[in-house]
């Protein structure tokens, strides 16, 4: 059965008890630092806060507070939205407090929840706790995994060549309701043989569910050639997507310049024949008048 939320006069109730005497004996030194927010953590601390459960169900834990300087301090807490819910842009969190007052050189813990909308698909979101004040933010992960089956799905859609700026363009999608870390393969082949080839290496991104990347892979086209690229995708947990782009690659410049030679050279060579054929054709009879004519005239 998922925990109730807890009513906003527990939550002022607990906030008040959880101011401790936060620094004493060696580490008073740092009383002069910064503030810091952190998860509560009985042994070690914690870099993120990490929650399981099912769509619907209310989740709880603790924002650690630590003023050790020695002045008051005065935080104001928020929680964003989480990624890839398909649920809208909501926050899922909600702090006791939209701002807590901390005493000099004390910790404060403030509990909030993580409401998990009864749509949130299953798998892994992240959310984050931000605290601000003092001319500073900080960020605090929350990471929470819903219940449910989890469906792995990636794709590489719209693979394009860029000629001009020699790059591979193209998109990866995630159709799936987890996070994934996708890798990359590309290959090019061309009627002459082998024109690239590169192994599956990891990409720096994150796709949340739902998310679509644009991307390029930088590579050097061929002169003259017809090529096939293919690019592989593959991600923990997912099926591989591969899609393909076809191009050929012509030297337009040089190809225009040897069929203009190419033409003006058949012209020379037709005007040549045309005058040969002209200088060895017989001479016409003249007319019987004309002959009389210049024999008279002799």
Do not use: K
């Not at 398909?86 to 409401?115: D, K, N, S």
């Not at 045309?274 to 024999?295: F, I, K, M, V, Y």
Request: hydrophobic share 45%; aromatic share 4%.
């Amino acid at each position: 059965m998922p925990p109730r939320p807890i009513r906003p006069a527990v939550y002022a109730a607990a906030l008040a008890l959880s101011v401790l005497p936060a620094l004493s004996g060696p580490a008073a030194h740092a009383a002069e630092g910064e503030w810091s927010a952190a998860p509560v953590s009985a042994g070690g601390g914690r870099p993120y806060f990490y929650l399981e459960g099912a769509p619907g169900s209310v989740l709880e834990d603790r924002l650690s507070l630590t003023n050790p300087t020695g002045r008051p301090l005065t935080l104001r807490l928020r929680g964003t939205a989480a990624t890839g819910t398909g649920t809208g842009t909501g926050a899922w969190i909600t702090p006791a407090a939209a701002e807590v007052r901390i005493p000099p050189r004390t910790r404060a813990e403030v509990p909030f929840t993580v409401t998990v909308p009864v749509g949130a698909p299953p798998g892994g979101h992240t959310a984050a706790l931000v605290a601000s004040g003092g001319g500073r933010q900080a960020r605090v992960p929350v990471r929470v995994r819903v219940a449910g089956p989890v469906l792995a799905a990636l794709t590489v859609e719209d693979v394009t060549l860029d000629r001009g700026n020699s790059l591979i363009r193209y998109a990866l999608v995630n159709r799936g309701n987890t996070t994934l870390a996708p890798s990359l393969a590309v290959r090019a082949d061309g009627l002459w043989g082998r024109r690239l080839r590169r192994p599956a290496r990891p990409l720096p991104v994150a796709l949340p569910p739902g998310g679509r990347a644009e991307l390029t892979e930088p590579w050097h086209p061929p002169a003259l050639d017809r090529v096939e690229v293919r690019l592989t995708v593959t991600a923990p947990g997912a099926a591989r997507g591969e899609a393909t782009a076809t191009a050929a690659f012509v030297p337009w410049g040089p190809v225009a310049g040897a069929g203009c030679a190419a033409a003006g050279a058949g012209a020379a060579l037709w005007i040549r024949r045309r005058r040969r054929q002209g200088a060895d054709a017989p001479q016409e009879a003249r007319p019987a008048n004309e002959l009389a004519t210049t024999g008279a005239a002799s």
